[in-house]
């Protein structure tokens, strides 16, 4: 069975006593989550170190929201995967929407970052998803297609084990403005698809596909009832425990 997962994407949100606040409070109430769901909460690189203190001991693990292209020098402003494992991160979050459309992140780009996160031993969060525009024109299932194909065609199947694919219509992001579960299940099938393509159906068969878009516990137990969403890749959400807690509780 592939793993589900709950992970919180806490953008550029929360000072790190905010920060650690919240990370205290969702480590207090992951025991009451099924203990079959996986969560991670991804901070600012700010709050990494101290947030990892407070996870200790809790099923919670620390994942980073970006990380550098290169591995190491003169990259002002950058932080690299050694930086993030060294802090006791397990994943980082790549390649996600915002990334893409204001620091101009591209494929080629999430391939190098895939393969330095890959090398240091932390698993990643590709995101993939369609605008608007894309979305209104029909070419959501060729955007999805190409965006997942152009990173994961240079990787393996041993790599897949390392690699978890979320979803993430670009007009549902913090828009409120939720995919319906056919419309979000749709395109996971067709992202499943893919990985059977090219990598098999074992591959397919155990690799993890997040949601994510305005999900809310209001909506999350609809999308995780559909039969390739694994779980859910949170913003808005994940920024107050007992949201994000009860968004885990819908399984
Ligand atoms: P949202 O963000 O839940 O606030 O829509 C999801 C994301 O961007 O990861």
Request: net charge negative.
């Amino acid at each position: 069975m592939r793993k589900k997962i709950v992970a919180g994407n806490w953008k550029m949100n929360t000072t790190v006593p905010e920060g650690l606040e919240l990370a205290k409070a969702v480590a207090a109430k992951s025991a009451e989550t099924p203990a079959n769901v996986g969560l991670i909460v991804a901070t600012p690189f700010t709050h990494l170190a101290a947030v990892a203190e407070v996870l200790k001991g809790s099923k919670v693990e620390l994942a980073a929201q970006n990380c550098a292209d290169h591995a190491s020098g003169a990259y002002t402003g950058e932080v690299s995967a050694a930086m993030l494992k060294s802090v006791g991160c397990k994943w980082t979050i790549l390649g996600h929407s915002e990334r893409r459309q204001y620091y101009g992140e591209t494929d080629a780009k999430l391939v190098e970052k895939t393969k330095l996160a890959l090398a240091e031993g932390l698993d990643v969060i590709l995101c993939v998803g369609e605008n608007l525009d894309e979305r209104e024109a029909g070419r959501h299932f060729d955007v999805v297609t190409e965006q997942t194909e152009n990173v994961l065609l240079q990787f393996s199947a041993e790599d897949m084990k390392h690699i978890v694919i979320a979803y993430e219509p670009v007009w549902a992001i913090g828009t409120g403005k939720t995919a319906s579960s056919d419309q979000a299940e749709e395109i996971h099938a067709c992202i499943r698809g893919i990985l059977a393509k090219h990598f098999g159906a074992q591959v397919a068969e155990d690799t993890t596909i997040l949601y994510g878009g305005s999900c809310k516990p209001s909506n999350a137990k609809e999308l995780f009832a559909q039969k390739d969403i694994d779980g859910g890749l949170i913003g808005g959400a994940s920024l107050k425990a007992d949201d994000f807690i009860a968004i885990a509780q819908s399984y």
